[in-house]
């Protein structure tokens, strides 16, 4: 009795997580996951029977810590292929994102080029490929990022010599300060500043 209610339970929940998913997944994602499902809720069945099967042997304990331990390692495989799913998924996702973002960022080049006209659009920033963050396991995907059109600035060199010699002043302070700080730590404490004698 104890087994068909679980059945009954397990059974609506495999059909209400599959309804849920239907429209968020794609067909390949939805069978995996069902099969997945489906095995883990015969798995659950075969190894509830023989849960029960060892309760009604004299030696319960060992018996059912076995079963326990196959259905850990059961369950642990299963979960191992849902794990895999969910990574396919989520990168499937990312690529997608990635995508419509690439075309977001090309529709808006268009957009401005067609706007500034055919002259201003020669003069346009240049445009390079570089690496999305985190993107080296994803098959080397790029983005198309706009390139900034002002040079770097470059210091005069008086102002270059001025901000090194800035920087010796710094270092000789320092020095000093270090210099000071380790004569003081060599000389003993002053009288007054010791702690009275108890009486």
Known sequence: MRVLWVAAIAL?????TVCAQITQEPDEFLAERARIEAARVKTGWMLDEQ?????????????????RA???QLMSDLDRQSAKLNDAQRFRQASE??????????ERLQR????????????APAVSKERVPGAASKANQTM???RSTAPAVALDPAALEAKKTQYRQKQMDAEQRRAL????LREPAPAYLSLPVPP
Request: charged share 35%; with cysteine; hydrophobic share 30%.
């Open 144 to 146: 198309v990022v706009p």
């Open 51 to 67: 849960e029960l099967a060892c309760q009604a042997r004299f030696a319960v304990t060992d018996c059912v810590n076995g079963a």
């Open 12 to 16: 609506c929940f495999v059909s209400a």
């Open 70 to 72: 196959r259905r850990r």
């Open 112 to 123: 401005n080029a067609a706007q500034s006209g055919s002259k201003e659009s020669t003069d």
């Open 97 to 106: 994102r990635q995508k419509a973002r690439q075309e977001k960022l090309e």
């Open 181 to 184: 700080r380790d004569q003081r």
